[in-house]
Nanobody
Framework: QVQLVESGGGLVQTGGSLRLSCTASGRSFSSLAMAWFRQGPGKEREFVATIRSYGGYTDYADSIKGRFTISRDNTKNAVYLQMNRLKIEDTAVYYC???????????????WGQGTHVTVSS
């Protein structure tokens, strides 16, 4: 089992920045591919970004490419999502997810956090 806890959400104005954090416990963090997903109001949950278990390779959804950056610190069992130039449409609950794999891709993650709310206002 893997437990994931997100933090860092909040209210921000358009054009602003936020940094989300997710800490993991219960399994060797460096063996987990990690990802961020989000679910906006009235929308289905969607993939945001993923990072390989040992870091390095990343993949992003087209809608946030160039604005968001995923990173991880395996010494702290943490993954981060730096969100810049935020838009109204980035308003969502953001979820951290993990998969026991070298690379997780954009779907079929096994473990999920409880989510952290991000609201972008004009």
């Amino acid at each position: 089992q893997v437990q994931l806890v997100e933090s860092g959400g909040g209210l921000v104005q358009t054009g602003g920045s936020l940094r989300l954090s997710c800490t993991a416990s219960g399994r060797s963090f460096s063996s987990l591919a990690m990802a961020w997903f989000r679910q906006g109001p009235g929308k289905e949950r969607e993939f945001v970004a993923t990072i390989r278990s040992y870091g390095g390779y990343t993949d992003y959804a087209d809608s946030i490419k160039g604005r968001f950056t995923i990173s991880r610190d395996n010494t702290k069992n943490a993954v981060y999502l730096q969100m810049n130039r935020l838009k109204i449409e980035d308003t969502a609950v953001y979820y951290c997810a993990a998969k026991q794999a070298y690379y997780g891709g954009q779907r079929n993650y096994d473990y999920w956090g409880q989510g952290t709310h991000v609201t972008v206002s004009s």
